[in-house]
């Protein structure tokens, strides 16, 4: 175990580095071989009568010579440089070969092995060297196979042409390298790819999100997945927690809510009983204080409790088929009603004739507190627009669009609107006496519906592009309004018109 830590794959670094040279060794080898196949010639021919001839006249000298000879290299270099020719010869049983010329010339002739067995001469072309033989001599005994050669003038040469062995050569490296870089960057990117698509899921919400199969990965990137897997753990289970403390305590909170509720009602009742038949303003305004911070305290842990239930898939959810009609005709009548109490104007556009499946409870509190926010805020005008946008080609979704013409919000504050308890700036927000829960609860209910909402503010030139539908612009690009745009969609279960 001690020794795995100096392994170099289990570090990034050390792969990394190994991969390179291992790569550029391959390559080299790869080069070197390739240019050896392509520069080495090897041609074999019958001899032709003349120079059959020419060379029985050399070998007869050769024989004469090596017969007053007691040392055959020495005479192997004498009657070479005589005749202006090169000599090799091989002993049959040794396989030793001798030559009359320098090693950097013997070097690739080798070859000539191969054919001392030949009954006849031959003509023997060995890359830029010509060689006539084999014929047989004894020396001392020892039979040895003769070839008589000279070095190929540079017109008779047939070696490929140097541009050919260029393009060889790199054609193989690129592709040899290409080969290398492409697992080595795969091997790297394939679990930082998976890396990234965790991250996002977590980002988005799923805490339920690991990193599955780099768990026998001993380098970094392995280090890194472990690391992620435990820190998602760590935020779910501090986030399940805190969820479980908002409910735990919210619903604690109930009991002495309505013990207070009940103290109050003891407390106006003893206090009519002092003074007759009723108490002074004084005593009347506090009372109803107290009364009105109870409730609005009830209606608070109410929604956290709500939420809780949603978050932890506990709510209870009554899907109906209804038509958009039936579901937004109350809700838009009652913030009609709001909003001219307040001298503010609210538009709707018609209605489409689709039908959806909605808990009617459940999405009407969450349409309902989303125009209610949008008249709240708004300088004079809410404009409500619905219409049918197709999603993909399989379900087509309807559009609710709620426009106001208030200050709207910062860019920071759209980012985390939906976030439990936000409460916006003081400018947004001076006259808001809620809890900073609608929202949160609005967009929990939308999504158990399999719907989406979003905010945006009327300023943002992405609306355009976001909303575009099959070449024509949504409500949010086409109204007129400032402020915010609020686009709710839910999916659409029949068309019934």
């Known amino acids: 175990m001690r020794l795995a830590k100096f392994n170099p794959f289990n570090s990034l670094f050390g792969r990394v580095f190994i991969w390179f040279w291992t790569a550029l060794l391959v390559i080299l080898l790869s080069a070197f071989f390739l240019a050896k196949q392509l520069t080495d010639v090897l041609e074999v021919n019958a001899v032709s009568q003349q120079q059959e001839s020419e060379t029985a006249l050399i070998m007869q000298r050769f024989r004469n010579v090596v017969e007053r000879s007691n040392n055959l290299n020495q005479s192997l270099r004498r009657l070479g440089q005589r005749k202006g020719i090169h000599i090799v010869a091989i002993n049959t049983k040794t396989n030793q070969l001798n030559a009359s010329f320098p090693a950097p010339l013997s070097r690739n002739i080798d070859e000539l092995n191969a054919f001392v067995e030949s009954d006849s001469p031959l003509l023997i072309r060995l890359n830029n060297m010509e060689f006539v033989g084999p014929y047989e001599v004894i020396f001392k005994g020892s039979k040895y196979k003769i070839y008589f050669g000279r070095l190929l003038l540079r017109s008779e040469r047939h070696m490929r042409p140097r541009s050919t062995v260029a393009i060889s050569g790199l054609a193989l490296a690129i592709l040899l390298s290409t080969v290398f870089c492409f697992a080595l960057v795969l091997s790297i990117t394939k679990p930082l790819g998976s890396l990234r698509l965790a991250s996002n899921r977590l980002a988005k919400g799923d805490l339920t999100t690991r990193i599955e199969g780099l768990e026998n990965r001993k380098d970094e990137v392995g280090h890194l997945a472990e690391d992620f897997n435990t820190m998602a753990t760590r ?13 735990n305590v919210s619903h604690e909170l109930r009991t002495p809510l309505t013990r207070l509720q009940l103290a109050v009602a003891l407390l106006e009742d003893q206090l009519n009983a002092q003074t007759g038949d009723s108490i002074n303003s004084q005593h009347a305004k506090h009372l109803s204080r107290i009364e009105n911070e109870i409730v609005k305290m009830d209606q608070m842990i109410g929604q956290v409790l709500t939420l809780a239930k949603i978050n932890a898939s506990m709510q209870r959810v009554d899907l109906q088929e209804m038509t958009l009609t039936a579901l937004l005709n109350n809700v838009l009548q009652d913030a009609q009603f709001e909003a001219e109490a307040m001298n503010k104007s609210l538009l709707v556009s018609i209605i489409p004739e689709v039908s959806i499946k909605a808990d009617m409870i459940l999405l009407i509190s969450a349409i309902e507190n989303i125009l209610r926010n949008a008249i709240r805020f708004a300088v004079n005008e809410v404009n409500c627009e619905l219409n049918i946008a197709a999603h993909n ?11 106001d013409d208030g200050v709207g919000m ?62 024509k612009r949504s409500c949010a690009e086409q109204s007129p309004l400032t402020g915010l745009s609020v686009i709710i969609r839910l999916p659409i279960f029949s068309k019934t018109s």
């Open 235 to 247: 935020l779910q289970s501090l986030i399940d927690s805190q969820k479980q403390l908002m409910a």
């Open 393 to 403: 080609l399989v379900t087509d979704f309807v559009e609710i669009v709620i426009n």
């Open 410 to 471: 910062s860019a920071a504050e759209l980012k985390t609107v939906f976030d439990p308890f936000f409460r916006g700036s003081h400018q947004v927000h001076e006259v808001s006496k809620g809890a900073g829960l609608g929202l949160s609860i609005a967009k929990a209910a939308i999504e158990m519906h399999g719907g989406s909402i979003q905010v945006k503010a009327r300023f943002d030139k992405d609306i355009s592009q976001a909303h575009i539908q099959e070449g």
